[in-house]
């Protein structure tokens, strides 16, 4: 009794679905179909996101900043930027970050918000589903909380160091839970954005939204597995192709 109460408890509530989707999807997902909640997920995923991008930024190493802020200089202007140059940009890049940052919050809600979009229309069309935007919500935001974890992980690992290079704040790679962390980086910057999708806590995600969507969408394993992989690959897809054009 004692245990079926504790998984009611992990299954049912709004803060207990924050480990019960980890621990126990399929209970999780059934009971977010039956009673849709987000807030609690959507709550913990800002709060842990803001103080993770905070911090990262405060510990910017600034020789990291000001020599990419110089290279940018030098390539709008095709030649060297002068130290006052240099200066006046890093100065007024602080500002705008500054307020930026404070953002981050909003930026996460809109992302989150199309995410659950995106996959509406996809379930809706290709497979006939009536699932709800509130539910398609829930199940995506539920389904991103492995993202939670590696950001639990990455405050220490951020904590622990004096400064954090650009590059690594950039690429996601603090935690090194992705195959782009190991890769040398002669091997460029759009082959680094593809290896970098190859992630421990991506995955697990993409597991959890074909878990979630099929019992939130009433559709098959097969169905929902194809849709979650398909709309992930054209973001990899889409993620390396900036990399490439930006290089």
Known sequence: MAALAESNALTDSSFGRLIGVLVSPVKTFQSIAERPTW???LVALLMVATAV???ANQRIDPN???QMVKERIEKGQGGE???EKVDQAMAF???INAVTRWLV????VVVYLLIALVFLAAF???SGSDISFKTSFAVTLHAFLPGLVAALLTLPVILSRQHVSLKDAQSGNLLASNLGAFAPASLGTAAHALLSSVDFFSLWTVVLLVVGYRIAA???TATAATVVVVLWAVFVAAKVGLAAAFT
């Open 39 to 41: 807030v609690a997920a």
């Open 53 to 55: 991008g905070v911090l």
């Open 64 to 66: 990291d900043m000001r």
């Open 81 to 83: 930027a002068s130290p």
């Open 93 to 95: 890049a602080a500002k």
């Open 105 to 108: 919050p909003l930026f996460v």
């Open 124 to 126: 809706r069309f290709f």
């Open 218 to 220: 009433k559709v098959s």
